[in-house]
């Protein structure tokens, strides 16, 4: 579970042995320690029943040994919190050191054909939207530059706790989360997030965590992040002010803001064609947002294109305003 979402209450000993007792919640519980997975991918693993699964997810649950996560129509399963299934890992890899189960050779080849799966559905929705998604990065300069821009903007810091909003496809997570101490990705739509699975344990990081969730109101705690990034996020916002002060909510102090979205411009197919409700953003607009949320403007960089140009903007929480400009 999340460092974000942890919870106080100390696990029961007794429910987690209770529910540990049975050999289908035991495997349940090793597979969850491989990958976030859903009520229908755990049927296909196990061989039983979706309501089957259920019953035993729930009973997981209750012992603090699983989390339930709803996306659309979709529910995701994890493991519970740290402090709680860590203890109950190291016990078990000492117990079984020597020998292994035939059903865990058996679930994880299993396991393997939903990898599979999640990747073709993957690489059927791309080639499905690649000509709008190419028809945008023609505007602009290459992703390739842009992200080179954001770890140099970066570089002078820690990253610590990363939250990604909008994550996407889960770009932020794959380019940034390896210098994370603990990084989340949260994203409205279950399909994007989904791509982001995929994407992320291509990446080997598995265990980035992904959620679904508004950026207007997002599951975690004042303070509990040192690092959030919008990344092309905000021109879909309606109230983008309101976001900004979500996210900066977030900031623990010295935590660091980082949006990287088009300048102002006048592109107006984005808007009919491609559901921009802002098109682009000036300097003194996001300073003033960052100011009204508690961030000071550190550093503003931009990438010029054919067509559209791409800004970094840089705030950090406590610390007055100190603007560099880069092009």
Not at 30 to 59: D, F, N, T, W, Y
Not at 193 to 216: I, N, P, S
Not at 280 to 299: E, K, N, P, T, V
Request: net charge negative.
């Amino acid at each position: 579970m999340s460092a974000y979402m942890a919870s106080d209450a100390p696990p029961d000993a007794l429910a987690i042995f209770r529910a540990l007792a049975d050999p289908t919640r035991l495997r349940i519980f090793h597979l969850l320690r491989a990958m976030e997975l859903s009520i229908g991918e755990l049927a296909q693993v196990l061989g039983q029943s979706q309501p089957r699964v259920s019953r035993h997810v729930k009973i997981l649950a209750d012992a603090g040994l699983a989390e339930r996560r709803k996306e659309g129509s979709w529910v995701f399963l994890g493991l519970g919190p740290d402090a709680c299934v860590a203890p109950l890992f190291a016990a078990i890899d000492d117990w079984s050191r020597d020998t292994e189960d035939a059903w865990a050779v058996a679930d994880r080849a299993r396991l393997a054909a939903v990898r599979a799966d999640r990747a073709a559905a993957a690489a059927r929705y791309f080639a499905e939207h690649a000509e709008e998604w190419d028809a945008i990065r023609s505007l602009h300069v290459p992703e390739s530059a842009v992200e080179q821009r954001i770890l140099a903007m970066l570089s002078d810091g820690t990253v610590g706790r990363m939250v990604d909003i909008g994550t996407g496809t889960g770009r932020m997570i794959e380019l940034i989360g390896g210098q994370a101490a603990s990084a989340l990705g949260i994203d409205r739509s279950p399909e994007m997030l989904r791509l982001a699975r995929v994407k992320l344990a291509e990446a080997g990081l598995d265990h980035a965590e992904l959620r679904q969730g508004d950026m207007y109101a997002l599951p975690l705690g004042d303070g509990s992040a040192d690092l959030v990034i919008l990344h092309q996020v905000l021109h879909f916002a309606q109230h983008p002010a309101a976001a900004i002060a979500e996210s900066g909510r977030l900031l623990a102090p010295g935590g660091r803001l980082l949006i990287v979205d088009f300048a102002s411009h006048d592109v107006e197919e984005l808007r009919a064609r491609d559901a921009h409700v802002r098109l682009g953003f000036g300097d003194d607009q996001i300073a003033g947002w960052f100011q009204a949320a508690g961030l000071g403007l550190d550093r503003v960089e931009a990438l010029v294109g054919e067509t559209l140009t791409v800004k970094c903007w840089l705030g950090v929480r406590g610390q007055p305003a100190q603007l560099k400009a880069v092009s």
